[in-house]
């Protein structure tokens, strides 16, 4: 296993309900944060192997489990998303997911977003766009 894989199970292993309840004492439900990491070691995974099913189940997963929650994407959760597809060469769904986080008033693009967007934003001919 890489080391991107290492740390998609250690953050999976954290969330388990006893693991993580045990080690840090937590109540309650997973939260944004909890759910964010994941997704943040989901996308490093899709690096390292661009046809991956489980990665891609899992973020599915975050993203259905957050919706059912409640919990509204941040700019972590979208630069999660972006991250993984631009790993698996899916520059039209970066670019949407792009387009998504730029239309959502709540959400405040960062560096990291804004340097993701470049190479997909160039290769569509949107340089106007790159702030």
Known sequence: TSSSEKY???ALNLVKGDVARTRFVLEGD??????????????KCSKSDNDNPITN?????????MKERGI????????????AALASDEDEAAI????????????EPDRYT?????KPFLKAGRRDEIW
């Open 8 to 10: 998609l199970y250690k």
């Open 30 to 43: 997973l939260d944004k944060y909890s759910f964010n990491s994941i997704l943040n070691a989901a996308a």
């Open 57 to 65: 189940s899992i973020m599915l997963s975050c993203l259905r489990g």
């Open 72 to 83: 509204q994407e941040d700019v972590l959760t979208y630069n999660a998303r972006i991250q």
């Open 96 to 107: 949407q997911l792009i387009d998504q986080l730029i239309s959502d008033p709540s959400v």
């Open 114 to 118: 804004i340097n993701f967007i470049l």
